[in-house]
């Protein structure tokens, strides 16, 4: 028993919070926020050139590094600390998961490879405009052609990275099904005719936002990933793992939260003291630490069961995503709270977290949502 | 990470389930699911003996160093033991302030001759303790105490009131904050005496809960004696003994606890599930909540044993209490709203007594769990203060004026 990382593991994490205190400060983020693209391609090719995060946890097989959810969860504490931009959480939590869990070996060196090398960036398209994450929000259809293959139609919403991706995973499913059975998944190259995806402004700046509309897209069969119609099973395995990652970036962001809270709360003065010896700040600081430091065991633990133990991982992961989402937000609220006017503006990071925050809460469900599923997950 | 028990521990998970196993289907039958909080009064002399079959047996104190009787297991298996204990609805405790406040704290700051005395009885399950440090005036601001000790030749004598105080009508003996300099600033004249209660200057006096039960006590002392060796730590420093005996509280000794939890969260969800409050949308999302809650819980004892290992208690650890008391009353009144109406009804019983269910007993006695042991407030402050480097609240150094003698007739 022994809940702690190895030092080789804190030594990434150092590194990674060295390279991100370098390549992801405030200016960076608020300049990549505003690009199109909604990140710095110099910065994205150094991650995966220096830092090796896209190969992380793909097998070495597939030309990866083969280290486990661990460090990844040790990693994207400090990306959410940073709030950093890049088509990291896309590509590595989201659209390789996917494959990780859909694809078949030829599939996966295929697609892994180029990932792995950071020349491939990739998004999974699973939510439709009613932003629904289970299998009853998936209505794209996949029609098989006579001549092989299969047409894609329908629209895709919330996709993240959706606009830059160079490769998309869309979840569809055969006409006429319902529920978790009749899933597939695809990948589709974006300039395949008939796709056309766009950019939504979103509140949150630092994670773009994308639909994709399908309109008759006609793919080759060799485009299927996995088996035909039982694509819900490795796609709700992925999206429990996307939900551990998000949940370790929600750790980070809330840690960040309470460090500048802290921060200013020492050193703003009103009544001639410092306003964190008001008794009202410091609890309120207080219970964003309880928020934090309970938020990361769940966060290391739910990266724990993706490594280690599928089957804790069923409640480990809808816990953690909604037990973190939640902590997130009220250290994100709070934070602006203590910084009163000046949390208030464009200029103080406050509202990046505060927006990060609110966005999170949303992208793979609700705290709801994830609530639920725990309930489903352990009987009640 | 490695978040798997070894093959030793496992063992020794077996063993202890195993034994408790046997003995609360034999013998001890009766005792299962008897005692612990809102329910101390049940059966005491039967869990008397229950003690002492545990020492015996070598089940308590199973932290404690090899020398004073303990079996110096780890961390992992101290855990494992309170797990099992309370899978298994073995008895709640009687001996366990003496094993897990007093015990811990001699062996902190003990003299040899105390540790020899008072520590193989605990291990014994034969010498129950008692926690004197509350009184009417001093609660949260324990440094307030004003009960005092004066030297009389070969001992202390004691005179004031403690209040509060669990279990004393059971108890052996006391470990109790006394004022024994007036004169020096307040945190810097206390001394933690160790105090036979059973003595004529002794006067206990069972206060009656909300929960209609007494499990504290006002305790009053009027020329109470105890020997003059019996002073923990150095005269005028027990501020310092006191504080660890509160670390220890907060800390090793509620990682068992989780598991009383849950059985209490099993049976709530049971009945949820029976009633139809689980398809409720809200208590169901509550439910859910309380779920998460408790397995978060869980995970941070894991992630805190780890990181005390060292020996010391980790900022991380420091939000234990706020967060199970703060957990655990929202399950009191979870367990409520799940029986909707019925949760007014009590058991059924003699005409008159008010004997309520265990879901009522902890839907009252969870509102004590953000008192006791430091209030969430305090908790917050201690957070606030030394986790995160925040201003001290402003406090007076003064110690209190001197104690006047008040006898038990006078006070009512
Ligand atoms: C079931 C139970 C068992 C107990 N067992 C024992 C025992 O065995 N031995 C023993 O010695 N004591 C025992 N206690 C007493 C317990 O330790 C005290 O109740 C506790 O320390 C609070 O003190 P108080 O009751 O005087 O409340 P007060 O200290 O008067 O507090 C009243 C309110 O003021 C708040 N408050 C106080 N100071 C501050 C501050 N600085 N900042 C913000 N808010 C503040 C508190 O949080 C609380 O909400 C027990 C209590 C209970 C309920």
């Known amino acids: 028993m022994n809940f702690a990382f190895t030092p080789e593991q804190e030594e990434m994490r150092r590194g990674a919070r060295r390279f991100l205190g370098a390549c992801s400060s405030s200016e960076h983020v608020r300049a990549a926020m505003q690009s199109p693209t909604g990140f710095d391609e110099r910065v994205w090719r150094r991650i995966a050139n220096e830092l090796g995060w896209p190969a992380l946890v793909i097998p070495e097989e597939h030309g990866g590094v083969g280290l486990s959810y661990v460090e990844l969860v040790a990693i994207l504490e400090e990306t959410g600390r940073t709030l950093l931009c890049a088509p990291l959480f896309s590509t590595v939590c989201l659209a390789t998961n996917a494959i990780l869990a859909a694809a078949s070996p030829s599939q996966k060196n295929q697609y892994l490879g180029a990932i792995a090398a950071g020349e491939l960036t990739a998004a999974l398209a699973v939510s439709e405009p009613a932003g629904k994450w289970d299998s009853s929000g998936i209505h794209a259809s996949a029609r098989p052609l006579a001549s092989g293959g299969f047409a894609l139609d329908g629209t895709k919403s919330f996709v993240v990275d959706g606009h830059t991706a160079g490769l998309l995973v869309i979840a569809a499913r055969r006409p006429g099904s319902m529920g978790d059975d009749g899933v597939s998944l695809f990948a589709v190259a974006p300039n395949t005719p008939g796709l056309s995806r766009h950019a939504r402004v979103t509140m949150d700046a630092t994670r773009k936002l994308s639909d994709i509309e399908l309109r008759d897209v006609r793919i080759p069969s060799s485009a299927l990933l996995g088996e035909l119609g039982q694509g819900w099973k490795p796609l709700s395995h992925a999206l429990d793992l996307a939900a551990v990652a998000l949940a370790a970036e929600q750790v980070g962001g809330a840690q960040r939260c309470l460090d500048m809270a802290v921060a200013y709360a020492n050193e703003r003065e009103q009544f001639g003291r410092v306003i964190g010896s008001f008794q009202a700040i410091k609890h309120k600081c207080a219970d964003m630490l309880v928020d934090v430091e309970s938020a990361r065991s769940a966060s290391y633990y739910a990266g724990w069961a993706a490594a280690h133990s599928a089957s804790e991982l069923l409640v480990a992961a809808p816990l953690a995503k909604a037990y973190c989402s939640e902590a997130y937000f009220r250290c994100a609220g709070e934070n602006i709270q203590i910084h009163g006017g000046v949390g208030f503006t464009w200029e103080h990071d406050a509202h990046l977290y505060f927006k990060r925050a609110k966005s999170s809460e949303s992208l793979l469900g609700s705290p709801s949502y994830h609530r639920e599923l725990v309930a489903l997950r352990t009987g009640l | ?412």
């Open chain 2, 1 to 412: 990470m490695d978040l798997t028990f070894s093959a030793e521990d496992e063992a020794f998970r077996v063993e202890v389930r195993d034994w408790l196993e046997t003995q609360l289907s034999g013998e001890y039958r009766e005792l299962r699911g008897i005692g612990g909080p809102g329910d101390e009064h049940v059966a005491f002399e039967a869990r008397r003996v229950w003690e002492k079959h545990l020492g015996a047996a070598g089940y308590t104190c199973l932290g404690w160093p090899r020398e004073y009787g303990g079996r110096a297991l780890k961390l992992t298996q101290q855990m494992i033991y309170f797990e099992e204990y309370a899978r298994a609805r073995a008895p709640g405790r009687l001996g366990h302030i003496g094993e897990e406040l007093l015990g811990p704290t001699l062996i902190a700051f003990g003299s040899d001759a105390q540790k020899k005395r008072f520590l193989p009885p605990i291990v014994r399950g034969e010498q129950f303790w008692c926690q004197g440090y509350s009184e009417p005036n001093a609660g949260s601001d324990l440094a307030s105490v004003r009960t005092r000790a004066v030297r009389d030749d070969d001992s202390w004598l004691i005179t004031g009131q403690k209040t509060w105080t669990s279990l004393a009508h059971y108890s052996d003996w006391a470990f109790v904050l006394c004022r024994t300099d007036d004169a020096a600033p307040k945190h810097k004249g206390i001394s933690y005496l160790l105090v036979p209660m059973r003595q004529p200057g002794i006067t206990v006096r069972p206060i009656q809960q909300m929960t209609g039960t007494s499990e504290f006590n006002e305790v009053f002392f009027e020329n109470a004696h105890t020997d003059a060796d019996l002073v923990v730590g150095e005269v005028n420093a027990g501020w310092k003994v006191a504080m660890g005996t509160l670390a220890f509280e907060r800390g090793a000794s509620t990682l068992g606890q989780q598991l009383n939890f849950q059985n209490e969260l099993n049976a709530i969800v049971a009945i949820a599930k029976e009633n139809g409050a689980s398809q409720d949308p809200v208590l169901r999302q509550r439910l859910s909540q309380a779920i998460i809650g408790l397995r978060v819980m869980r995970y941070h004892a894991l992630r805190t044993l780890s990181l005390m290992q060292g020996g010391q208690l980790a900022r991380e650890a420091m939000i234990s209490k706020l967060y199970w008391a703060t957990w655990h009353r929202e399950l009191g009144k979870l367990a409520m709203d799940v029986l909707g109406a019925r949760s007014e009804i009590a058991e059924e019983s003699a005409a008159g007594t008010y004997d309520l269910t265990a879901l009522q007993r902890l839907f009252l006695f969870s509102r004590s769990d953000t008192i006791y042991a430091g209030s969430n407030e305090i908790q917050r402050n201690i957070l606030a203060e030394r986790a995160l480097g925040m201003p001290l609240e402003p406090r007076s150094l003064t110690a209190p004026t001197a104690a006047t003698a008040k006898s038990p007739e006078k006070i009512s």
